[in-house]
């Protein structure tokens, strides 16, 4: 991915993503949201990662924020007029904030060092390639998260059944 | 250069049979419902003066469209203008561009140059189609809402609940197909369905996966939101549903996304389950009969055979549906729902641990 298409998906991304949070409408937030995931899928696209494009934008894009749109309007959520009420929660963002871009330039420097020029394998992102991945290093984080799913589908059901 | 230009051609050349088989399928839908209730259907505007029956051609081809594009665009007070606007085209874009993935013909060989009929080969095939279709429900969501009419948004709910439920028995009937071919490549599918079981019977992926292709057909149809599934529009209940509020030709682009579904449920169909471009014992060569004989055939014939079974295979499932919609009575939304969580997840569920099983086991 060169310098130009880089910057030419970043701006935008990061300009529809504060949106999601700056926009009063939550219609509107959520769907700067869907945009802003759909431009992610795009980034995966460009870097050659075609399956995690793909099940970015059929699960979250088309599924969990279609979900997020229905109860917006089920609940009939009208624009917030009102400030935020606040409980420190600003100085806490900015902390956090703090600690995740140390954290990433650090990252960043670690590997920028290390592995910046090295070729893609013959079968980076394809179907197979991931799939093979999944199901033998990564296994056990891979059936944990599958356990994960399937305790919070029997708790909405329970929930639901009250 | 001429990739590119390849490429290009074939990709425009899909969107642009879509957009007009989905106008051709507007006219089939008018006189093919007359036929079915026993009416004579659209035959207003002739320009032969008499003949004995009147196609209506004229009525659904020219002076439908005409009306729609001159009527007047209203916006309701109250509306969001923006989402309001944008709405038809969110739905309608993505459908168009599905297609793309369908293989529509083997291999077209002009000057010693191969060229695959398949507008875009894509690693992730199959996935690409669902994450079109799954896009287009923003279409419905947004129209409804974006309205400011209680009938509008109650269908647009309606039509995000219907479609998240039958994409999950969608999806799963189509890994029962990719089981039992073992690709995601749509073009790699329908190769796969040349072959011959024992000598004669054509693989076609309904003899592998009878009971996928039921659940691909129900979910399909739901997700095309036609009878018996119409329930985001529901006349009956809802006005007209999610595009209540809709005139002139934001409304042609909501029915027209209806149509251009029910085009690409019947080419999937086609696809997975029916063969695709395959004709029986045709080869590239020529036929290649079971009971000995051959009938050899020039390349391009074989070709355009392809092309020209892919169409018919396809206009056939679209007849289908439109039968299908004129000969069922609508559901009730709880029996919509829980058909689709209740039976149709299920049986699909089973599918794909059935076929995953018998792979295993004899392969």
């Known amino acids: ?162 | 250069m001429i990739d590119f230009l390849i490429t290009f051609s074939l990709t425009l050349l899909m969107v642009l049979m879509v957009l007009n088989l989905g106008g051709l399928l507007l006219w089939v839908e008018r006189k093919g419902s007359a036929v079915l209730q026993d009416r004579i259907g659209a035959n207003r505007a002739a320009v032969f003066g008499k003949l004995p029956f009147n196609l209506g051609i004229v009525n659904t081809l020219v002076a439908d469209p005409i009306k729609l594009f001159t009527k007047e665009d209203f916006v309701p007070p109250g509306a969001d203008k923006l989402l309001h606007t944008l709405a038809p085209a969110i739905g309608l874009v993505p459908l168009l561009v599905t297609f793309i993935v369908i293989p529509f013909g083997d291999v077209l060989i002009i000057g010693g140059r191969e060229i695959t009929l398949q507008a875009a080969n894509l690693n992730i095939g199959i996935l690409y189609v669902l994450a079109m279709v799954s896009l287009s429900v923003y279409g419905v969501v947004l129209g409804g809402w974006a309205s400011n009419n209680r009938w509008a948004l109650l269908g647009g709910i309606r039509g995000s609940a219907q479609m998240i439920s039958y994409e999950i028995p969608l999806g799963l009937a189509l890994i029962g197909v990719v089981l039992a071919f073992g690709s995601l490549d749509l073009q790699e599918i329908t190769r796969a369905q040349g072959a011959l079981i024992g000598g004669w019977i054509p693989a076609w992926g309904i003899v592998y996966q009878p009971v996928a292709f039921l659940i691909f057909l129900a979910a399909g149809i739901a997700e095309s939101k036609r009878i018996p599934f119409d329930l985001p529009e529901a006349e009956s209940e809802l006005i007209s549903g999610y595009f209540t509020e809709y005139s002139g030709a934001k409304q042609a682009m909501f029915m027209l996304g209806d149509f251009v579904e029910a085009i690409i449920v019947a080419g999937l169909i086609t696809t997975l389950f029916f063969g695709g471009w395959q004709i029986p014992f045709l080869l590239r060569d020529g036929f290649h009969f079971p009971w000995g004989g051959t009938l050899a055939l020039p390349s391009l014939l074989v070709t355009l055979l392809q092309v020209g079974a892919f169409t018919l295979k396809v206009l056939f499932f679209c007849w289908l549906q439109i039968m299908i919609r004129w000969t069922l009575p609508r559901f009730r939304y709880d029996q919509l729902i829980s058909l689709g969580w209740k039976i149709l997840l299920p049986l699909a569920l089973a599918n794909v641990m059935l076929t995953a099983l018998i792979i295993l086991l004899f392969e």
């Open chain 1, 1 to 162: 991915m060169d310098f130009v298409t880089f910057f030419a998906l970043a701006i935008p991304l990061v300009v529809i993503a504060i949106m999601v949070i700056a926009h009063p409408s939550p219609v509107y937030s959520a769907l700067f949201l869907v945009l802003t995931l759909f431009l992610l899928a795009v980034y995966f696209l460009f870097l050659d990662a075609h399956m995690v494009a793909a099940l970015q934008i059929i699960v979250y894009a088309g599924a969990i924020m279609v979900l997020f749109l229905f109860v917006i309007m089920l609940l009939n959520l009208q624009s917030d007029t009102q400030p935020t009420p606040r409980h420190g929660l600003g100085r806490a963002a900015i902390i956090g904030g703090v600690i995740l871009v140390a954290e990433l330039g650090l990252l960043l420097q670690r590997s920028s060092s290390e592995q910046a020029e090295s070729a893609l394998p013959e079968n980076f992102g394809t179907v197979e390639a991931l799939g093979s991945q999944l199901f033998t290093t990564y296994l056990l984080p891979f059936e944990i998260t599958g356990i994960l799913l399937l305790v919070a589908v029997v708790g909405a059901v329970v929930l639901a059944k009250r």
